[in-house]
């Protein structure tokens, strides 16, 4: 779809995201007792129903267009809806229930699919105390509305927001907790961070392997022009990794990169060079022409 149907994409997602937010605060209010004018709850669901039928209108013709492309009726319906929710929009709520989940695997004193054979080392150190003493200040500032704020209705609606808020801070750090790096048995460096970002390197890919502490500016993945991926953590990495030719690998938020040299944090980073550059492992393949790495797609940062 172009033109018409670009603009009609851009106002079924403004209408999505302008009436989200008014729809959660009347769930807030119902649920906290609040009485609400029945006048009110009939706009407000009439609203909802329009949403949807513009949605449904906007949506349908991409829908038809892959059935007639040949696709099954489920492959066209997700089609149909990425083409509606941006891939930035997607990808968060994605990592937040993979974060979720990981909450339950800490609880559990689990980890999130540890293959046999392979070793694993944690990376959240740096992070741990900040991770903790914000999470202190989150729950004073809920107390301390709950003892100022006098209105029930701005109280409740705080009190979601603020225990929501809560819950996912825990929920991030249980993700680093319980999705250490991993070197497997074969040789391969399997990168992560919690349920944002994950890479996997073959063993014949990786070069040289060397503890090597440097403090990168930027945020969490940072990729400088010469091909080199910073994945920092407390602003920080330790282990510094020479690849053979460059990997992909996907940001946060969807936009696509690659790098021939990887440099990452571990809490003990000899033992993780140790690990990569040990007898037996799968060696690197044979010196050959240089590879040119695809050129990132457009989207939006990382």
Known sequence: MRGGGTAGLRVARG??????PAEVVLLVCLVAGVRVPGAVLLGAEALVLGVFALDAYV?????????????????AGLSAVRGLVPVAVRRLVVHEFRALHSLGLWVL???????EGARAFSYT?????????FLFVSVLETVVLALVIPWPLVHAILLVVDGYGIVIVLALHAACVTRPHLVEADGSLRLRYG??????????????ARVER???????????EDGTLDLAVGSQTTVTVELTEPVEFVRPLGRRGSARTL?????????????????GRAS?????????????????PG
């Open 214 to 224: 440097r403090f990168p500016d930027g945020g969490l993945v940072r990729v400088d």
């Open 263 to 279: 440099r990452f944090h571990a809490d003990d980073p000899r033992a993780a060079v140790a690990a990569l550059t040990a007898p």
């Open 195 to 208: 349920a944002l970002f994950s890479l996997r390197v073959p063993g014949a890919l990786i070069a040289a």
């Open 59 to 75: 949506v349908w013709p991409l829908y038809a267009a892959r059935r007639r492309a040949g696709d099954g009726r489920r492959e």
């Open 125 to 133: 150190e740096p992070q741990t105390g900040i991770m903790y003493a």
């Open 15 to 20: 209408a999505v995201w302008a009436v989200l």
């Open 109 to 115: 004193r689990r980890r999130h699919r540890m293959p």
């Open 284 to 300: 690197p393949s044979p010196p050959g022409p240089e590879r040119t790495a695809p050129p990132s797609m457009p989207g939006l």
